[in-house]
């Protein structure tokens, strides 16, 4: 932890069987009234243990925090706490730590979790369905709100599946998460293993199937049913790969055609409610269609701040609703994910783990977007040729849209997105 941080419990979230922690900042600074400080110097003959977290009663005087008693204080005998959005919260099946959550006021997506702040809404009925400081899993996205599973408290109200008003509550991100490595990119014993491990699986899944059915009654869809358990492509075609683990580089090429795919024909996400809309998802995608167009869709992409938005713009009365992808820092931009990304948290959908865990990648390609890290520093190149003949270190260097030359290993990719490969559609922001 931070040397500057202090975690201390949070009353109003900790509920009966959790305790909820919230990150302060210290901050070396004058500390207003009711402002929490921790002691770090005695100048003023205070009866206060260094370290100790104490709350300002006066300009010039601090209360401890379980009595009324207080003292004198300087500034320089304190650092204020300023409280952070971050939480440490035990999760459910845990190893008994706490994990480190950032509380984010944005609209929550299928399959994130959300925490309780406050029951200002009406579904909250004065905490009959949820009270602040409750933790829920997000199972449908709602007018108003979600819908969002309870059963992860200690005390919730029937089978635990209630809306919760937007007002209420904050999306919990995991801050410092591991991310769980892709089969593909593990080694050989441990692809093996975890094949194994799902053919088991398989194998009980398929024994109890038989078991169900006896010798009697045994219909065709029986059989396509066993043998969907019995012989499920993923894995059969996955022994063959054991041979060979791909490189990061083609984990990301994969990861880049599944997000080219998700975009490329629309008509599959027909029919998802739109969140703050009253009407489904019904696209134009320039295809024949069962359904009547309704939603034209437009992705808005931001280079300088390697963002990209879904604008989804509804016919009938403009309606606009958005979603929002950002490159995390240190990342390599790449516009494809960040549409695919994008559209499904403007739907409301659950975003797959593997596009926001993507491998960097490896291999500098022609129209990738670099930054030359030698001397020169010259930043935002795009690529024209990789070895190009014609030069004395041709295997060593490429060259550049408008011209010049550099050492390959002088040469950082910053964005692999290769717009010039795509037909999708886009609008750029400079």
Same mark, same amino acid.
């Given at each position: ?11 109003s979230?900790?509920g009966?069987g ?28 205070h009866? $206060? ?5 104490v ?5 010039n ?12 204080v300087?500034?320089?005998?304190? *650092?204020?706490?300023? /409280? ?27 399959g ?34 979600? *819908?969002?599973? *309870? ?5 919730y ?8 008003d ?9 801050v ?5 490595? /892709? ?7 441990d ?10 699986g ?8 038989? !078991? ?6 045994? #219909?065709?869809?029986?059989? !396509? ?7 499920d492509?993923p ?6 790969? *054991? ?13 880049? %055609?599944? !997000? ?20 489904? $998802? ?6 024949s269609?069962?359904?009547?167009p ?35 820092p240190g ?8 549409? !695919?990304?994008?559209?499904r948290?403007?739907?409301?959908l659950e ?10 990648p #490896? ?15 010259? %930043?935002?190149r ?12 041709s295997?060593?260097?490429? #060259? $550049?849209?408008?011209g ?18 795509s ?8």
């Amino acid at each position: 932890m931070n040397a500057n941080i202090t975690v201390l419990k949070d009353e109003s979230l900790s509920g009966a069987g959790r305790v909820v922690e919230r990150e302060y900042r210290e901050v070396k600074r004058k500390a207003s009234v009711d402002e929490l400080v921790k002691v770090v110097d005695n100048t003023s003959s205070h009866r $206060f243990s260094i370290g100790e977290i104490v709350r300002m009663s006066g300009s010039n005087q601090a209360q401890y925090l379980d009595k009324s008693d207080w003292w004198m204080v300087k500034d320089a005998d304190y *650092l204020a706490l300023e /409280p952070s959005d971050t939480l440490h919260i035990n999760t459910p099946n845990g190893d008994g730590k706490a994990a480190r959550f950032r509380m984010v006021d944005r609209k929550a997506a299928v399959g994130e979790r959300v925490i309780v702040v406050s029951m200002l809404g009406g579904n909250s009925a004065s905490g009959r369905y949820y009270k602040t400081g409750d933790i829920a899993k997000v199972k449908r996205i709602k007018d108003r709100g979600v *819908l969002a599973d *309870l059963t992860e408290n200690e005390d919730y109200r029937g089978g635990g599946q209630w809306n919760i008003d937007s007002v209420d509550y904050r999306v919990l991100e995991p801050v410092d998460a591991p991310t769980p490595a /892709p089969l593909s990119a593990k080694p050989a014993p441990d692809q093996a293993a975890e094949i194994i491990a799902k053919l088991t699986g398989r194998v009980a899944a398929l024994e109890k199937r038989v !078991a169900a059915l006896g010798t009697a009654d045994v #219909t065709d869809e029986d059989v !396509a049913e066993i043998s969907r358990i019995a012989l499920d492509p993923p894995v059969s075609s996955g022994t063959a790969k *054991l041979t060979r683990v791909k490189s990061p580089q083609e984990i990301r090429d994969d990861i880049v %055609k599944r !997000a080219k795919e998700d975009l490329a024909d629309l008509r599959k996400f027909a029919g998802t409610k739109v969140p703050n809309d009253f009407v489904s $998802f019904w696209p134009h995608t320039g295809r024949s269609t069962d359904y009547s167009p309704m939603h034209t869709v437009e992705y808005v992409v931001n280079r300088d701040k390697r963002t990209v938005v879904t604008i989804i713009r509804s016919d009938c009365r403009g309606h606009i609703t958005r979603g929002i992808a950002k490159c995390a820092p240190g990342d390599v931009f790449n516009s494809h994910i960040g549409r !695919a990304i994008a559209l499904r948290r403007a739907l409301g959908l659950e975003i797959p783990e593997e596009y926001v865990s993507a491998p960097q990648p #490896t291999e500098i390609r022609v129209g990738d977007v670099v930054d030359e890290t030698d001397r020169m520093e010259r %930043k935002g190149r795009v690529v024209d040729a990789v070895r190009p003949s014609g030069y004395s270190s041709s295997e060593e260097g490429l #060259t $550049f849209e408008g011209g010049g030359w550099a050492y390959i290993c002088e040469c950082k990719i910053i964005d692999d997105s290769r717009e010039s490969d795509s037909a999708e559609p886009r609008k750029e922001v400079a």
